[in-house]
């Protein structure tokens, strides 16, 4: 296994991060009921063979995640890890809500510290919880008794949203952003990478398969597989893409079986900076280019479309979640949370204003657009797509 500086104090972490949002279950879905004797023996595994970060949240395996990682870690192997879970944001009311969360995360994981805290899913529409309750200072509270080691936070939203959020807190030490390579521009992005290193952060990465999706492609990018693509396999190639970055201190697979898990872990071995083939680069460019053809709405996200829009639709942001799910859908669909397409639930969660059926069909935007755009009907197709 191999190993890169974490935090401040450089902590070394496993470049392969286990997530635990997908744990073994009796029905092979996130939903079933989690196959203990299994996941004991893929964690037990992959602690053996380096692994040493684990991620986990609250509300992952129906709130049961965190007991049940917390008795298999008995026995010496939480000892041997980098533990990190999350304040569930959309719950707190108060700072007496978040105080019961932290402890009774801390009885379910059973220990008293928690290595790695973060603020989980700070998008727009959480925006006014973090800030009311000064969520950040709590959390950095809680580091300065000794109960928490390091204070980040996981985010859903744009680069701009996510520099506004690094802004808003001097002291943060790790983001986990969603990132892969038909990603660059999605959510942070490639630039969100970038200023993270430069603002000193540490980088965690989540969805390096696109919920599966990069592991099993479809569509245009399944055709380059099957054809010249043969001799890659569609895992290692991008996971050793994200490796390939000097910038990202960890990546986090959700292991479901001991074959993934060990797969993993001999693509790990290769995980340097520098990795990939000259030849490699250039299939994954024709992947990317595949993928961006698939993008339905060709928003360039130039912004103009908002200026004046009197209503506030963010309308590039709604158009991303749009191609992002169609992509999504093409590439098989796999990536869920409540039982929901991924993206549907994050459009699900955004402020009203914002969202696409907030149009009043003014008609502002459409001159304005250097793509010539109908954004109107597109707006409308949005809605009804990500609702339906």
Known sequence: MLYRPFGKDQR??????????RLPTDTGKMSGVVNLKETERIIRYAVEHGVNYF???????????EAILGKILQNGLREKITLATKLPTWEIGSLKDANRIFDEQRRDLKTDKIDVYLIHNLQR???D???????????WEKKEKGEIDYVGFSIHDDCVFFKEI?????????????????GETVQVGTAGIEYAAQKGLSTVVMEPLLGGALATP??????LFEGEGKKHNPVDLA?????????????????????????????AEKGTVGNLTAEEQEFIGKLQRAYDASQPIRCTKCGYCVKDCPAGVDIPYNFEFYNNHISAMELGGKSKIRDMPFF?????????EQRADSCTRCGNCEPVCPQKLPIQELLAQTHKTLTG
């Open 125 to 127: 529409v959480f925006r």
């Open 55 to 65: 991620d986990t949240a609250k509300i992952y395996h129906g709130g049961k995640c």
């Open 166 to 182: 690094i802004a808003s807190f001097d002291r943060w030490e790790f983001c986990l952003v969603q990132y892969n390579y038909v």
């Open 239 to 267: 996971l050793r893409w994200l490796w390939n970055r000097p910038d990202i201190a960890t990546v986090l697979s959700g292991m479901s079986t001991f074959e993934q898990v060990k797969q993993n872990i001999e693509s």
């Open 344 to 352: 549907k639930v994050i459009y699900a969660d955004m402020k009203p």
């Open 218 to 223: 479809a569509g245009k990018m399944g055709q």
């Open 12 to 21: 070394q972490v496993s470049i392969l991060g286990f997530g635990c949002m």
């Open 129 to 139: 919880i973090y800030d009311t309750h000064r969520l950040a200072d709590w959390a």
